[in-house]
């Protein structure tokens, strides 16, 4: 014989009964002691009505705050906003939608550009001329305060390193490699498989590594700015020049949409540890900064941490006077918009980068400047440095040793994870056709931050055995794209 129901499962039998009266009147639903769960007297139709208007009202409600909190929390209306954006969609309504674009995010043409070959002339001030503007908000960059390996130059980087082809040296066609002969390395499978290997053991950390020479001069933070051209701001300097050269590659998209690239270069990488063990160290190392105008007008920043990066908007970021401020971490330079750790996410546990406002670079005192056609892929020197060379821009090969295998004794690996990665390749294939202010695919989000969040904590994207041709053929350079 079946035990009696308790009192619980009389309560839930009832309940899914339905507490009504034969004429659908809601009835209260009590309890006793000797009885159990029984119908009580009924509701009046009004009040019941109320009970449930109160009820939808306030599930409702919490519906709302807790998507809401979702949205801003997880940085699902930057997605939301740029899918929007980008699909054309236009169910809010002319004004609805553009109001609240304009609110949260730029204008569509600074998220999406396509650029017509028509929407680029011939004309010189186009193919060689850098605007003045370029100059007047280029970035500032705080290196670290107790960095070991300091901006490097691109020309005395090659005196110390040695062409290979699958680590076997290429002999006999360049005696030596400089940045006017460097392209010609692409004959030997059109510069792929090419790494410029260090001539020393890095491990026993040679001293043109370090570039402690390079070290910019003290920076006086007055009056820098100004309307000025380069001879201007090198008379008007208050210091943070650097005896590396940056290179700044400033590329015409049409229709006012300018994108002014500075890029930096270090002889060596040193990578971030993980439970005290040390990952993704390499020869080379290329980071860079956009800063993308609309009418002469700065209106984003993308800064490059590691193989990916972060974009803001303009007025989002620190400045002295006018110039957008950087931050360079210790040993991988990835870029950062603000002082401090910035942690990842790794399945083996956390790492992060360090940044803090140590010596100030100010990198438009001293670099090779040039203008770059991303429809055929054509460089030029700019009209402040006619002089620049143009051909290692070319070089489709990597600017450090290739991964060293397993055997190697400077070599280990987990996870997927290595001690030595292979060098980077050089700013040509860095997405510079980009339509996005982003680094990465067509298809991938770019979220434009409006604020800067210094407690951001984000997932390790992991760096495997180091860059290479990106399968995509849309994210190579134009001259590349059928190889």
């Known amino acids: 014989m079946d035990p009696p129901p308790s009192s619980l499962e009389q309560g839930l039998a009832f309940a899914e009964s339905g507490p009504t009266d034969t004429n659908g009147t809601m009835r209260s639903l009590e309890y006793n002691q000797q009885d159990g769960f029984k119908a009580g007297p009924a509701a009046p139709q009004g009040a019941s009505n109320r009970r449930q208007r109160r009820s939808t009202t306030t599930a409702a409600m919490i519906g709302f705050f807790f998507l809401s909190y979702l ?5 699902i209306i930057g997605y939301t906003a740029v899918r929007i954006n980008r699909s054309g969609y236009h169910w809010l309504g002319p004004c609805g939608r553009s109001a609240w674009i304009a609110q949260h995010y730029p204008k569509d043409t600074y998220l999406d550009i396509v650029t017509s070959p028509e929407a680029l002339s011939n004309d010189s001030r186009v193919v060689r001329e850098i605007p003045r503007y370029v100059l007047e908000y280029a970035p500032l960059v705080h290196l670290f305060s107790r960095e070991h390996f300091w901006p490097g130059d691109i020309a005395e980087h090659l005196f110390h390193v040695t062409p290979e082809l699958n680590y076997t040296p290429i002999q006999g066609r360049l005696k030596y490699s400089n940045l006017t002969n460097l ?34 001069d003290e920076f006086d933070d007055g009056d820098g700015g100004g309307d000025s051209g380069a001879d201007e701001l090198q008379m008007r300097s208050k210091g943070g020049r650097s005896n590396a050269p940056a290179v700044l590659i400033v590329v015409n998209k ?11 270069f270090y002889s060596y990488n040193l990578g971030n540890k993980v439970f005290n063990i040390r990952f993704g160290n390499h020869v080379g190392d290329w980071e860079h900064t956009l800063i993308r105008f609309q009418h002469g007008k700065p209106q984003l920043v993308y800064l ?34 603000t002082p401090g750790a910035h942690p990842y996410v790794l399945p083996l546990g956390i790492l992060h980068d360090q940044t803090d406002r140590g010596p100030l670079w100010d990198p438009a005192l001293n670099s090779h400047t040039y203008t770059y056609n991303h429809l055929t892929d054509k460089l030029h020197p700019s009209n402040f440095t006619p ?10 090969g990597h600017w450090g040793d290739r991964f060293y295998p397993l055997d190697d004794d400077r070599q280990y690996g987990l996870v997927g994870e290595y001690h030595y990665v292979s060098g980077p390749l050089g700013p040509r294939f860095k997405h510079l056709s980009r339509r996005k202010v982003c680094q990465g695919g067509y298809s991938e989000p770019c979220v434009i931050k409006h604020w800067l969040d210094v407690n951001e904590v984000k997932v390790w994207p992991g760096l495997g055995q180091g860059e290479d041709w990106p399968d995509d053929p849309e994210m190579r350079p134009p001259g590349l794209r059928q190889q």
């Open 71 to 75: 949205l801003i929390h997880f940085d």
């Open 183 to 216: 392209d010609r390395l692409n004959d030997f499978e059109h510069g792929r498989h090419v790494y410029l290997t260090s001539n020393d053991n890095v491990e026993e950390r040679p001293d043109w590594l370090g570039g402690e020479k390079n070290i910019p």
């Open 254 to 264: 049409g229709k006012g949409i300018v994108d002014a690239f500075w890029f930096f």
């Open 304 to 337: 490059s941490e590691h193989n990916f990066g972060e974009a803001y908007s303009y007025d989002a970021v620190e400045k002295i006077g006018a110039r957008p401020i950087v931050y360079s971490a210790t040993g991988s330079h990835a870029m950062y918009a």
């Open 387 to 396: 002089e620049a060379p143009t051909q290692w821009f070319y070089f489709a």
